[in-house]
T-cell receptor
Framework: TQLLEQSPQFLSIQEGENLTVYCNSS?????LQWYRQEPGEGPVLLVT?????EVKKLKRLTFQFGDARKDSSLHITAAQPGDTGLYLC???????????FGTGTRLKVLA | DTAVSQTPKYLVTQMGNDKSIKCEQN?????MYWYKQDSKKFLKIMFS???????INETVPNRFSPKSPDKAHLNLHINSLELGDSAVYFC??????????FGPGTRLTVT
C-alpha cells in the first residue's frame, strides 16, 4: 500500500518561530501538492512541485521536492497565527490523477 | 461565486437509511472527485469522473454509487448507511493536472 508519511504529526509553536514539515514515501511521485485545511473547510491548494530538486516559495513558505521525487518539505519562516491549520501533502505516482494524501500535520501557532 | 459547492453541509441520519450528497463546480473543469476524510483527518480518494465518465473507483463498498449527470455535477448516493460511514465527504474538481479545488465538505453522522 502506498503511503505518504508526514512528520511531525502535531506542532505547537510560538509566533515568529520557524518550522519544517516533512512528507516522505518509498514511492516516486510524478507530482506532489501541498494543501492547508482549516476547521470546517476543504483543503486549499498551496503549491504543486513536479521536478526533482525543485524549490518554490510562497511568501514565508518554502516548498522543496526531493531529488528522487520521493519526499518533500514545507518550511515556514516566522510563523504567524494565521498559519494555523492542517497541512496535507498529496502525490500522484502514476500520472493518472489518482492522488494519495499524506497523514497530515496539525500546526498551531500561538500569539 | 462559490467554485465548488456541496449540499448539504451537515447530514444526520439513522443506520439503514439511504442518502445523497450533491456537488457542483462552476470552474469548467472536466474532472471531479469524491474523497472521504475520517476522524483522524485522513483523506482517501473514493471516485473520480472525467467528463461524466468514471475513471477511478477505489475499494469502496457498492452501497456507494456516484453519478455525474453532466461534467459540472457529481453526486454521491449511499444505500443502507452504516455507523462506519460517518465521516466528512469532500467533492473536488480539477483542470486535469496537479491542481484540485475542494468543496466545503459534508459532515455525515450515522446514528
Amino acid at each position: 500500500t502506498q503511503l505518504l508519511e508526514q512528520s511531525p504529526q502535531f506542532l505547537s509553536i510560538q509566533e515568529g518561530e520557524n518550522l519544517t514539515v516533512y512528507c516522505n514515501s518509498s514511492s516516486v511521485f510524478s507530482s506532489l501538492q501541498w494543501y492547508r485545511q482549516e476547521p470546517g473547510e476543504g483543503p486549499v491548494l498551496l503549491v504543486t512541485v513536479v521536478t526533482g530538486g525543485e524549490v518554490k516559495k510562497l511568501k514565508r513558505l518554502t516548498f522543496q521536492f526531493g531529488d528522487a521525487r520521493k519526499d518533500s518539505s514545507l518550511h515556514i519562516t516566522a510563523a504567524q497565527p494565521g498559519d494555523t491549520g492542517l497541512y496535507l501533502c498529496a502525490g500522484d505516482t502514476s500520472g493518472t490523477y489518482k492522488y494519495i494524501f499524506g497523514t497530515g500535520t496539525r500546526l498551531k501557532v500561538l500569539a | 461565486d462559490t467554485a465548488v459547492s456541496q449540499t448539504p453541509k451537515y447530514l444526520v441520519t439513522q443506520m439503514g437509511n439511504d442518502k445523497s450528497i450533491k456537488c457542483e463546480q462552476n470552474l469548467g473543469h472536466d474532472t471531479m472527485y469524491w474523497y472521504k476524510q475520517d476522524s483522524k483527518k485522513f483523506l482517501k480518494i473514493m471516485f473520480s469522473y472525467n467528463n461524466k465518465e468514471l475513471i477511478i473507483n477505489e475499494t469502496v463498498p457498492n452501497r456507494f454509487s456516484p453519478k455525474s449527470p453532466d461534467k459540472a455535477h457529481l453526486n454521491l448516493h449511499i444505500n443502507s448507511l452504516e455507523l462506519g460511514d460517518s465521516a466528512v465527504y469532500f467533492c473536488a474538481s480539477s483542470p486535469g493536472a496537479n491542481e484540485q479545488y475542494f468543496g466545503p465538505g459534508t459532515r455525515l453522522t450515522v446514528t
